[in-house]
C-alpha cells in the first residue's frame, strides 16, 4: 500500500526550463511535505517543505505546491540547471498514532537536465 | 554546523552474521531516525528514538534494532543478516520547524552488502 506517490520514474527537461515534479498521496492525515533530492551514493539534501496550512511555499528557484483537495503536490524548479540532475522524494508526515516524525517516501523521479 | 555522520561507509557481511551501524545527528537535534533504501522498495522507514527512547518504529522484523545513548548518538543493529538486507541504510536527525512538523537532514549512508 503505497502512501505517496510519484507515477513518473524519469523525467527530462532543458536547461533554463521549467521542470515539474509531481506527487499524490492518499493518507488524509498527512500534514506536512518535504522534497528531498539524492545524487547517487549520497544521502538525500532536504530542499523545501510544505505544511498543510498553506498552499504554496517558495524557497529561491524551487516553489512547492499542495492542492489537499486532490492530495497533490508538485515541486517547481525556475529556471532548471544542469546541477539540478538527481532523484527526487516527495516525503510526507503526518500525526498517525501520535506521532509525526515518520516520513514516507515516495519512490522518487529521477530528473536530468540537458545544457 | 557538522552534517550527520554515520559510521562506516561500506561493510560486506555473511549471511547469518550480525552488523552494528552508527549515527552521529546533527548538534543539538535530538531525534535520530533510521531508514532502507533499496531499489525495488525506495526509501523506508526503520525507526526513530528521542531522548534514548524510540518513538516510532516501521515494518521490519526484529533483527532490526537499535538504540540512542544520552548524546544523542544512535546505532542500529541487525542481526542474522539475510541477502535481503544488502542495502543503503540511512540516518537522520531532526529539528522541529515553526510550521507543525520536522526538516529532516540525512547522512550520507553505510552500505551494506550481504555476501
Known amino acids: 500500500d503505497q502512501q505517496v506517490k510519484q507515477n513518473s520514474p524519469s523525467l527530462s527537461v532543458q536547461e533554463g526550463r521549467i521542470s515539474i515534479l509531481n506527487c499524490d498521496y492518499t493518507?488524509?492525515?498527512?500534514?506536512?511535505f518535504l522534497w528531498y533530492k539524492k545524487y547517487p551514493a549520497e544521502g538525500p539534501t532536504f530542499l523545501i517543505s510544505?505544511?498543510?496550512?498553506?498552499d504554496k511555499n517558495e524557497d529561491g528557484r524551487f516553489t512547492v505546491f499542495l492542492n489537499k483537495s486532490a492530495k497533490h503536490l508538485s515541486l517547481h524548479i525556475v529556471p532548471s540547471q544542469p546541477g539540478d540532475s538527481a532523484v527526487y522524494f516527495c516525503?510526507?508526515?503526518?500525526?498517525?498514532?501520535?506521532?509525526?516524525?515518520?516520513?514516507?517516501f515516495g519512490k522518487g523521479t529521477l530528473l536530468t537536465v540537458n545544457p | 554546523k557538522a552534517g550527520v555522520t554515520q559510521t562506516p561507509r561500506y561493510l560486506i557481511k555473511t549471511r547469518g552474521q550480525q552488523v552494528t551501524l552508527s549515527c552521529s545527528p546533527i548538534?543539538?537535534?535530538?531525534?535520530v531516525s533510521w531508514y532502507q533504501q533499496t531499489p525495488g522498495q525506495g526509501l523506508q522507514f526503520l525507526f526513530e528514538?528521542?531522548?534514548?527512547?524510540?518513538?516510532n518504529k516501521g515494518n521490519f522484523p526484529g533483527r532490526f534494532s537499535g538504540r540512542q545513548f544520552s548524546n544523542s548518538r544512535s546505532e542500529m543493529n541487525v542481526s542474522t543478516l539475510e541477502l535481503g538486507d544488502s542495502a543503503l541504510y540511512l540516518c537522520?536527525?531532526?529539528?522541529?520547524?515553526?510550521?507543525?512538523?520536522?526538516?529532516?537532514?540525512f547522512g550520507p549512508g553505510t552500505r551494506l552488502t550481504v555476501t
Open positions: 493518507n488524509s492525515m498527512f500534514d506536512y
Open positions: 528514538y528521542f531522548s534514548e527512547t524510540q518513538r
Open positions: 548538534s543539538g537535534h535530538r531525534s
Open positions: 516525503a510526507a508526515s503526518g500525526r498517525s498514532g501520535g506521532s509525526n516524525y515518520k516520513l514516507t
Open positions: 510544505i505544511s498543510s496550512i498553506k
Open positions: 537522520a536527525s531532526s529539528r522541529r520547524t515553526g510550521q507543525g512538523g520536522d526538516e529532516q537532514y
